[in-house]
């Protein structure tokens, strides 16, 4: 069974910084693309980023967190990481880690980002 498990929110400045973390199990994550989505609210389910199985190629989607948001991963923990530097109040939403390419079939319970003054 596929299980992720993120961590990592909390309510933070504009301007601050956040390092989110998803814990994965249930599946061979050191083969799979792993990809970040967003949801602020009363908005759809977006999609932000992807990271390939060894961490070196980078697909974006949201220009917005370019430069901002940095992708990572270490495989011998099955670990993804999203940091995320120079917050601003639009960047409020739950944020979900997912297994796979821009695909949220399999995603976790998410976890929260408020960044408020």
């Known amino acids: 069974e596929v299980q992720l498990a993120e961590s990592g929110g909390g309510l933070v400045q504009p301007g601050g910084s956040l390092r989110l973390s998803c814990v994965a199990s249930?599946?061979?994550?050191?083969?799979?693309?792993m990809s970040w989505f967003r949801q602020a609210p009363g908005q759809e389910l977006e999609w932000l980023l992807s990271?390939?199985?060894?961490?070196?190629?980078?697909?974006w989607h949201v220009a917005s967190v370019k430069g901002r948001f940095t992708i990572s991963r270490d495989n011998a923990k099955n670990t993804l990481y999203l940091q995320l530097d120079s917050l601003k109040t639009e960047d409020t939403a739950m944020y979900y880690c997912?297994?796979?390419?821009?695909?949220?079939?399999?995603r976790g319970q998410g976890t929260q980002v408020t960044v408020s003054s």
């Open positions: 997912a297994k796979g390419y821009r695909d949220r079939t399999f």
């Open positions: 249930g599946f061979t994550f050191s083969n799979n693309f």
């Open positions: 990271i390939n199985a060894d961490g070196k190629n980078i697909i």
